[in-house]
């Protein structure tokens, strides 16, 4: 009895030092949970005879799993390669010259590359089958990595299995929720992946439009200026492709750079077209415009192009990789690059520091291509000079995307029949941040001949003539 007065006695002091709203709020859910208990626990009160149950399960018609698609989406009308992906391939039966992948400076036909990774599969067998903070990391992997910070001149670099995830990953590793990016507006798809995930507030500015760029900074520093507080915690980052993939165009770095500079931002760079196609030794835009390394605090490159294997690297200084190797979810939960691979790309960086001559190479059968291929008549070059990939787009633009995008459907088929691969783009539209005109996308190979850039030319002109 003497328990009862204290039980009151305590409860009142609870409530004296409670809140009222929280008082509130926890009788709220007690009368919800009683509710559930009581009222929902039989499905609206109400228990079906085992003749009503089977019925019911008779008449279910599960939803699809997938949405009805349209088979005449240009999307399902793919190509068949039959053979190994080199400067010449065969699609669909026809025996073509290879201008669709890339493949800049010819590295899948090099035998040495090949019997490296194939010493290698017999040493450490197919993949490590882990994560590389488990048990996925081995000597091979770490080599490259030594191999890549030294050809770079960097502190350090931490390699990815794949591409796509290492720009995706990398740019989400730092940039958070409360944080500001300024990205291009036609930055590649793994870009805008790594945007999203970040959940950072996002302004795009006009393609190489530094004056646009400018122009956002300015209005963020009028923001910051608002709230002084949050801007000493907000942290401002700046996006950009070395060569974009959507235009085949070089992004001004000295101006990015400067104002990088000017307004405090730390600087992304995605290398992944123009390592190993832009400078005398192929380290790409800073060598290209001869920028010191540590004006760009993050370099994200993808190894599919130019290393003539799979996966990515970030380079950068010891904080930066360190921080990744624990942020970088690519690079956390994803299995490790197999080791055939990871040796394929330390023996492309052998090529690249035994044979400097290849950059010049690519760099001269771009010029080659971009000076053949703008004597088009009904198809229009659109690309920086230099950069390895080119886009054609139909000079009388259409109105109708649909018949434009067909059209050039037509004359990527037609060109495959007469033996040049070329291939059209294709975007996710309706997941892409900014609308993308459809265009022929046309890869150099630094092994193509005068000939052969003359004979693809003649092709597309007969097939596009023809077509348009």
Known sequence: MVAIPYLFNEIDRIFQNTPVYVIILEAFLLLSVIWLLLF????????????????????????????????????????????????HIVVDGHDCLNMATHNYLGLLENGKILEDACTTLKKYGVGSCGPRGFYGTMDVHLNLEDRLAKFMGMEEAVVYSYGFSTIASAIPAYAKRGDVIFADEKVNFSIQKGLDASRSTIYFYKHNDMSDLERLLLEQQRRDLKNVKKAAKTRRFLVAEGIYMKTGEICPLPDLVALRANYKLRLFLDESISFGTLGKTGHGLTEHFNIDLIEVDLIMVGMENSLATIGGFC??????????????????FSASLPPLLTQAAISALDLFENEPKMFAEVQQKARQVQEEFGKFTKLKLHASELSPIKHLYIADERENVAEERELLNKIANGCIERGVAVIETRYLEHLEKHPMRNSLRITVNRLLTATEIKHAFDVIESVANKVL
């Open 315 to 332: 380079i950068g200084s010891h904080f930066i990789v360190e921080h990744q190797r624990l942020s970088g979810l690519g690079y956390c």
């Open 40 to 87: 929902k626990r039989n499905g609206r009160g109400k228990r079906y005879s085992k003749e009503e149950e089977d019925e019911i399960i008779a008449r279910y018609q599960p939803e699809p799993l997938t949405a009805e698609t349209d088979q005449n989406n240009l999307l399902l009308q793919t190509h068949l390669v039959h053979s190994k992906v080199g400067k």
